[in-house]
């Protein structure tokens, strides 16, 4: 007898190989969720800023976030703001330190003049204990993604989305 047709083994065979190649095939072409968690990151800052406005009216205290290459934190100003010798990091609780995914960078804006990296008093992000802001703007970018978080004086926080950095 001379069959002409696959058999079922083959058939089976040739679908596992096809699934296996879609499936390094998917994994090579995404990003790891880096645009999800750049997202995630973009609001987690907003919703903290937000918080730590209403916690600086409501204690009645100045709050601090310093940049870092790989995150950033918050402090309590305990001291005046012009010498601003005394910051206490916050440790722990909502406002504790934050580290970045890998992948993610940041650009930070103190009324329109870039954040130096140094930890002086210049290059920290007030919140004013009326709940005002130092206006700022954060640029989070990853692969082609860019989210710009941007508050202004009177604490009013928003934030976009561009397609390329």
Do not use: W
């Amino acid at each position: 007898m001379n069959n002409n047709g696959f058999t079922l083994i083959e058939i089976m065979v040739v679908i596992v190989i096809i699934g296996i190649i879609l499936g390094f095939a998917t994994l090579s072409i995404g990003d790891g969720n880096l645009s999800q968690k750049l997202k995630q990151e973009t609001q987690r800052l907003a919703y903290l800023l937000e918080l730590a406005s209403q916690e600086s009216i409501i204690q009645s205290k100045e709050i601090g976030v310093h940049f870092d290459t790989d995150g950033y934190r918050f402090c309590e100003l305990q001291d005046e703001i012009t010498t601003c010798t005394k910051c206490r990091t916050i440790t722990d609780g909502v406002f504790k330190p934050r580290i970045l995914p890998v992948g993610i960078e940041t650009k930070i804006y103190l009324d329109g003049e870039p954040m130096l990296s140094n930890k002086t008093c210049q290059n920290m992000l007030l919140i004013l204990s009326s709940g005002e802001f130092i206006p700022f703007e954060v640029i989070f970018t990853a692969n082609e993604l860019t989210h710009r978080l941007t508050g202004n004086m009177i604490g009013e926080i928003s934030i976009l989305t561009d397609e390329s950095p």
